[in-house]
């Protein structure tokens, strides 16, 4: 009996030697899978013997966000699954998959405490580093658009950490207002008062959100719905002197509209200029990996691509992935698998977990807790400094351990 081809973007850790013994197996870079799907002698792909089998009967793919998985790519392929180790779909095509019978997984949440610790590192580094007092009178507000697995993970830590927090997450929206439309008139009125806990509601109105945060930061999925959702209406309501952040996808964002809000001379307090935010915080970017310049050298923070990069991120994306084929393909002894100890994985930081609590620290001594478990300063200096050295940065990142709180 012929085993089955899969083939898998040699930059998912931890997979290799898990489906040797059950499939021929072919190791590509995402961007290149196009050579091996179809038959041509130009397959590079390392684990792959020459003549061994054919390269257009490969029935499932193990892809990253590299890979787009469309028409272009497909048509004409044996493919029946596309397993993505990833949080997202955005790179599948899933009407082509549909139409065609392809069966997609991927990997819901993956990367949540990855994102949310990102987030958190980079406010304090960024408060720290420009004297930004996040404990004023009162507690400044956090507004999280999009309330999924990453958002409500950034959300419970915030307000774990004393901060007020409003939540956004379209679907929702427009189900609470389906809700409230015979008993009351949809306005900011009615979100303020449950905000304030008059009337207790769990999300706020995009609108409420962008006009009381200090601090507001994207986790929705790409899609049409989402597609530069942050636009220069979008910016125009944000509170002016606030801080965005995107570490969801580059495209939900539109470079011109955020370059325009952005007050690139007031990060450090200074009398205000014609710019509504403050700052901004940029790990994820329009057509990557050739990111725009201008909003390079904008950004308080820029990194490329990483936020959701953990140990654990890629332990659970990984996991998922193989699990789903391992069903798929009717493998018993891989349907529990679990990625082995880290002591024996290369680019992976090897210290315990690190626990934080956050009891009793000042705002000073969370960011040195915080940077020393992620140091984002010195990935932001290096893509400064070079660029063109996105794709190799993001390749390159070593893992970081996720803290525990």
Not at 115 to 126: I, N, P, R
Not at 160 to 183: C, I, M, S, T, W
Not at 312 to 326: D, F, I, L, P, S
Request: proline share 4%.
């Amino acid at each position: 009996m012929n085993k089955p081809l899969i083939i898998i973007d040699d930059a998912i850790p931890f997979v290799r030697g898990v489906f040797e013994p059950y499939a021929n197996v072919c190791y590509s870079k995402g961007s290149e899978f196009a050579s091996c799907l179809l038959p041509n002698d130009n397959c590079g792909c390392a684990g792959k013997s020459s003549g061994m089998f054919a390269i257009n009967s490969a029935e499932i793919l193990i892809v990253r966000t590299r890979t787009k998985c469309n028409a272009a790519l497909l048509e004409g392929t044996h493919v029946k699954m596309i397993a993505t180790a990833t949080i997202g779909t955005d790179h599948i095509d899933l009407n082509y998959c549909k139409l065609h019978g392809i069966k997609v997984v991927s990997a819901p949440g993956c990367n949540s405490g990855g994102v949310m610790q990102y987030v958190y590192t980079a406010l304090f580094a960024l408060a720290e580093k420009y004297k930004i007092n996040l404990y004023p009178n009162s507690p400044l507000t956090i507004g999280v658009i999009g309330a999924g697995h990453v958002g409500t993970k950034v959300a419970a830590l915030g307000e774990h950490l004393g901060f007020r927090v409003l939540r956004n997450d379209p679907p929702k929206e427009l189900v609470q207002e389906e809700l409230e439309k015979n008993a009351a008139k949809k306005s900011d009125k009615v979100f303020e008062q449950k905000a304030r806990g008059i009337v207790h509601v769990e999300y706020s109105s995009l609108h409420y959100l962008l006009k009381n945060s200090d601090i507001v930061t994207l986790h929705v999925p790409l899609d049409e719905s989402t597609r530069e959702m942050a636009n220069d209406d979008f910016f125009s309501k944000m509170k002016r002197g606030s801080i965005f952040f995107n570490t969801c996808r580059g495209e939900v964002m539109s470079n011109n509209a955020l370059l325009n809000a952005l007050d690139i001379n007031n990060i450090n307090g200074s009398e205000r200029g014609d710019g509504i935010l403050r700052a901004a915080v940029i790990d994820t970017w329009n057509s990557e990996p050739g990111i725009s310049i201008d909003l390079l050298q904008a950004a308080a923070i820029a990194t490329p691509h990483i936020a959701g990069y953990s140990y654990e991120g890629k332990v659970n994306g990984t996991t998922v992935a193989v699990r789903k084929v391992a069903d798929f393909m009717r493998i018993e002894e891989l349907k529990k698998y679990t990625v082995g100890s880290v002591k024996d994985m290369q680019g992976v930081r090897t210290e315990n977990t690190p626990r934080i609590n956050f009891a009793g620290l000042n705002q000073s001594e969370i960011a040195e807790q915080l940077l020393r478990i992620f140091p984002i300063w010195d990935l932001d200096f290096k893509l400064r400094q070079h660029p063109e050295n996105f794709e190799k940065l993001r390749s390159n990142y070593e893992y970081r351990r996720e803290f525990t709180y």
